[in-house]
């Protein structure tokens, strides 16, 4: 059974970037399906932000596409989202998700100075 963990720090100053990584075992992210990033801010519905591929192809959200960025590291078998230039409007709880099917538990974010 697949299973993600989602690590990064909880609290962000605007401006500035929101690192995080998504921990996979139980399965490789280079063999199949999508692993995306998505978040829940604050009494608001669920966003998809954008995803990896097996491949390595990369998909975004269009309303976040200029200042987001999916990568991986295969030897570690993470994957990672960044996210730029933050306001307190990205406070939320971010999950990784494979195949939108299996979730990690999420972690929590906060935009403040």
């Known amino acids: 059974q697949v299973q993600l963990q989602e690590s990064g720090p909880g609290l962000v100053k605007p401006s500035q970037t929101i690192s995080l990584t998504c921990t996979v075992s139980?399965?490789?992210?280079?063999?199949?399906?999508?692993w995306s990033w998505i978040r829940q801010p604050p009494g608001k519905g669920l966003e998809w932000m954008g995803a990896?591929?097996?491949?390595?192809?990369?998909y975004y959200n269009p309303s976040l596409k200029t200042r987001t960025s999916i990568s991986r590291d295969t030897s570690k078998n993470q994957f990672t989202l960044q996210l730029n230039s933050v306001t307190p409007e990205d406070t939320g709880v971010y999950y990784c998700?494979?195949?939108?099917?299996?979730w990690g538990q999420g972690t929590q974010v906060t935009v403040s100075s």
């Open positions: 139980g399965g490789s992210i280079t063999t199949s399906s999508y």
């Open positions: 998700a494979r195949d939108l099917s299996d």
């Open positions: 990896i591929a097996a491949s390595g192809s990369t």
